[in-house]
Nanobody, 124 residues
């Protein structure tokens, strides 16, 4: 069974940091583009950041550029999202997903494998 499992969510104050992890089971990540997405209550799912299989290319939404960094460790079958300078508007459930390209995953949201999500809450 192909699964992605997110971890690292939690509650932080504005300006704080969190590091999310996405781990795969049942398959290896090194042939897939991996992306992070988020969905806040009452809002549509948003593409946050994606990374190519080699890690050589990334995409990030304008709202997180300069604050969030996506990285991957194919040897450990894991992708991370380092989130700094967090704002209340970053509050959402964060999901990771696997896809075939940066465009198809991060723009078209085409994926056959989604994680269950991890809650991130930014509040004072």
């Amino acid at each position: 069974q192909l699964q992605l499992v997110e971890s690292g969510g939690g509650s932080v104050q504005p300006g704080g940091s969190l590091r999310l992890s996405c781990a795969a089971s049942g398959f290896t990540l090194d042939k897939y583009t991996i992306g992070w997405f988020r969905q806040a209550p009452g809002k549509e799912r948003e593409g946050v950041s994606c990374i190519s299989p080699s890690g050589g290319a990334t995409y990030s939404a304008g709202s997180v550029k300069g604050r969030f960094t996506i990285s991957r460790d194919n040897a450990l079958n894991t992708v991370h999202l380092q989130m700094n300078s967090l704002k209340p508007e970053d509050t959402a459930v964060y999901y990771c997903a696997a896809g075939s390209s940066l465009y198809r995953l991060c723009v078209l949201f085409e994926s056959d494998v989604w994680g269950q999500g991890t809650q991130v809450t930014v509040s004072s």
